[in-house]
């Protein structure tokens, strides 16, 4: 594990060179800052939500790599003061999803800062995040002795299909797809590595119904207190050294845990999934993409008689989604 480790070091390395700066503002952080890092692509009319959502739960700064947009995103960005970016033309899967840029961001400017790594379609959920800010959390992860924080991705999803209501910049994606899967979840230890693997929701019901095993995984462990030693493996599915992959209690009690609203499926996903499909930048010759680009084309609907209504994080808790532990 710990070669492992330091070849994914090697290739962050590397696949650093292929970014080109284009602005920088990373003297702005100061000590105790939580950071924000991600990748995207084309995601102009989710910035502006995305943005505020996190400033609103006290993320202080944004480390976020352009992969080649083309959609005005990355000049939006340059215009934000709380912003740093990067922009690369090169391979997103050569760079294992995007990974390998990341790995290089957070060991340079990461490093001794809590990290959270997120999407731009992902919304960080966590006990008491309606009334605390996200640095309460870290505090009391550091008062803990506890070095990372592990959320299980949601998907979300409108009532209906899910091209009928267009998404505007700005809105809050939920406002459209407030709906999850309360249950219908696979939960398996890795054995390796020592994470959970979980699998299930809408995307194992409806787009891989015959082979549930081949849907994609839920679990990660989006937020760390970076070191440089560190280095994610697999998106932020595994992390080594695989102690920070230990998110979750394994003699009976509970951690405290977190979820990522996944808010993919809006009407701009049947554009994306071909665009995607065509681009054949994603894990296992993007199979993911092949089956959502066949069953939106016939029937573009998620929803069903067992599918519940977002309303809180308390909610997600009672379900058994994710736990607050000890804190109170």
Known sequence: MRLRRKRA???AFRKHFSMRSVVDRTDRIRPGDVLLFSTMRDEHVRLPYFLRYYRDLGISHFLIVDNDSTDGGSDYLAQQDDVSLW???????????????LNWLQSKYGHGHWTLVVDPDEFFVYPFCDTRPIRALTDWLDTSQVKSFGAMLLDMYPKGRIDAVPYCAGQNPLEIAAWF???NYMIEKNKKFGNLWIQGGPRARVFFPDNPKKAPALNKTPLIKWHRRYAYESSTHMVLPRGLNLTYDEWGGEKASGILLHAKFLDTFTAKAAEELTRRQHYSASVEYKAYAEIVQHNPE???????????????????????GNWA
């Open 181 to 183: 899967d309360p249950g």
């Open 9 to 11: 070091k090697v290739r």
């Open 302 to 324: 998620l929803w069903c008689k067992w599918s519940e209504k977002y309303i809180n994080w308390r909610q997600l808790e009672i379900l058994g989604l994710m736990s607050k």
């Open 87 to 101: 922009s690369t033309k090169a391979s997103y899967k050569r760079a294992r999803f995007g990974i390998d840029w």
